[in-house]
């Protein structure tokens, strides 16, 4: 992986490497990974084979057709693979991402890099359809869409006219993660792709573990797809777990701690929002943004640019601003809460170190998660983020596994590196009841904690921002986990610390 394929400036080279040639010219790329240019090499020769009425009997017989679905880490540049074949074909080429944001901004994108593009969309008018099909006479080279916009039988009609030459389904694990829920028309695209009767089609994604790669393959190719698999690790990616009771102030201690730029995935708007709130006041106006599908088009693209632009900016978001992003140097995602998958959460991490530095993946995880993950059943798609959490071996082996990939040796995680953080919240908690097991009752330790708590923060922000509700829902998860308890008979309303609960530290300079 390490291995690049050197492109000189020297024009005199590109005679016979025309892949090369289009990729430097257009998009400045003097090299490209070896995956790259065989995923654009399968593109091109299926192509060909097809065009040329080839019917090549092998046993890889879903390659030969060019139905091919291609695994590529977050920032591995897999938009070349697709945008570069399209400067090459004959007709125009189709993809299919999954938002309206991301279409937008990959438009724009692609349009910096002189690679002429339509966009169909919901809403739009006659006249600004009839416009793009203009456009693609002209020689555009790239037609973006949605599934929903493809559901529309007399666009697929007219799309079918205009020669496409190959189809490309970014982020194609929503096939099966949405189209099964709320995006049935995902589980139309292989009837609609039928109806197009186009040459060529792959499916992209940087995240899929068996499952969800035998329901892509089933839903767009019949069950019969080509897999390309790169090496499924980020090593720059360095995963960490944080444990926390009330994770909104673990948040504000890792903004004040780690490096920024900086994400924080909220499980909803509203929490969203509150933590941005929380963020600007800690830290001073204009610290934190927050985004999420709620916004308008013009607010979504306001806070986009105030991020891209960002060196030290915190922002909240939602999981509407996962996919796609291009923001090269955040230097630390987290996440209040875990992601529904393994598949989300790598997808989601990745959203750091895009320009190649070391960046932190930070899950905060809490008594809470560990009893609500609980009913899950061990080695299921849904237990796999809190057999992440509570590992006591390798944290990026565990997402590997998930995902059915390759071993791989640790470049980070807290557990490899032997990192050990002080006391969180419900650890501090913990070890004040059972230093002074049958001596506090509730309330009194509740506000001894919340006192601990606040000399903590104010160490690290300047702030004392912990307060008495949040001692109570940090004791609350304590005696529901069955940690603590509270004694009826001799020491009447006393808590005492359950034996055999004693929690494993890991970590620094956590609170």
């Not at 007399?154 to 694990?173: F, R, T």
Request: proline residues 3%; charged residues 25%.
């Amino acid at each position: 992986m390490e291995e690049l394929i050197k492109i000189d400036e020297d024009d005199s080279i590109y005679e016979d490497d025309p892949v090369a040639k289009a990729a430097y010219k257009n998009f400045g790329i003097r090299y490209m990974f070896p995956w790259q240019r065989m995923v654009v090499a399968n593109i091109l020769e299926a192509y060909e084979n097809l065009k040329n009425e080839q019917t090549l009997q092998t046993q890889d017989d879903a390659f030969c057709k060019g139905r091919q679905i291609v695994l590529l880490p977050t920032g591995a540049g897999k938009s070349l693979c697709f945008q570069v074949p399209a400067l090459l074909l004959d007709g125009p080429t189709l993809v299919i991402y999954p938002l309206l944001a991301l279409m937008t901004d990959q438009q724009r994108r692609m349009e910096e890099g002189s690679l002429r593009s339509v966009m169909f969309r919901g809403g739009q008018t006659a006249k600004e359809r009839q416009e793009n099909f203009r456009k693609l006479k002209e020689g555009a080279k790239i037609i973006i869409a949605n599934p929903e916009v493809l559901k529309n039988e007399g666009l697929v009609q007219q799309l079918k006219q205009v020669g496409i030459c190959h189809v490309a389904i970014d982020e194609a694990h929503c096939v099966s993660e949405w189209g099964d829920s709320f995006r049935p028309s995902y589980l139309e695209l292989g009837k609609v792709l039928k109806q197009l009767e186009v040459p060529v089609i792959t499916a992209f994604t940087a995240t899929a573990s068996p499952p969800v790669l035998s329901r892509v393959a089933e839903i767009l190719f019949d069950g019969q797809a080509h897999i390309v698999r790169s090496e499924s690790d980020r090593p720059n990616i360095h995963y960490y777990v944080r444990k926390a009771a009330v994770k909104k102030k673990e948040a504000l201690y890792l903004a004040a701690t780690e490096q920024r730029p900086m994400i924080i995935f909220c499980g909803t708007r509203g929490k969203s929002e509150d933590m941005a709130r929380e963020l600007n006041f800690c830290f001073g106006p204009g610290t934190a943004q927050f985004y999420h599908a709620g916004l308008e088009k013009e607010e979504k693209e306001e806070v986009e640019q105030w991020f891209y632009k960002s060196r030290d900016g915190v922002l909240c978001a939602t999981c509407a601003y996962g996919m796609g992003v291009d923001k090269k140097d955040i230097k630390t995602v987290v996440h209040l809460e875990a992601s529904a998958t393994a598949e989300a959460y790598i997808q989601e991490a990745g959203r750091g170190g895009r320009d190649g530095s070391i960046a932190k993946a930070i899950l905060l995880w809490s008594l809470q998660d560990s009893m609500d993950y609980s009913v899950y059943k061990p080695g299921s798609r849904e237990a796999a983020l809190r057999d992440f959490a509570e590992t006591s071996s390798c944290r990026r082996q565990v997402l590997l596994d998930a995902l059915g990939a390759e071993q791989a040796v640790c470049s980070g995680c807290d557990i490899c590196q032997g990192i050990k953080y002080e006391s969180c919240d419900w650890e501090l908690a913990y070890r004040l009841i059972k230093k002074s097991r049958n001596f506090y009752t509730k309330d009194d330790a509740q506000e001894e904690h919340a006192q601990r708590m606040n000399q903590v923060f104010h160490k690290a922000l300047g702030l004392k921002v912990w307060n008495h509700n949040d001692s109570v829902e940090t004791f609350s998860q304590l005696i529901k986990s069955g940690k603590i308890k509270t004694d009826r008979f001799l020491w009447r309303n006393k808590l005492s610390a359950v034996r055999n609960c004693e929690p494993k530290a890991r970590q620094s300079t956590n609170p």
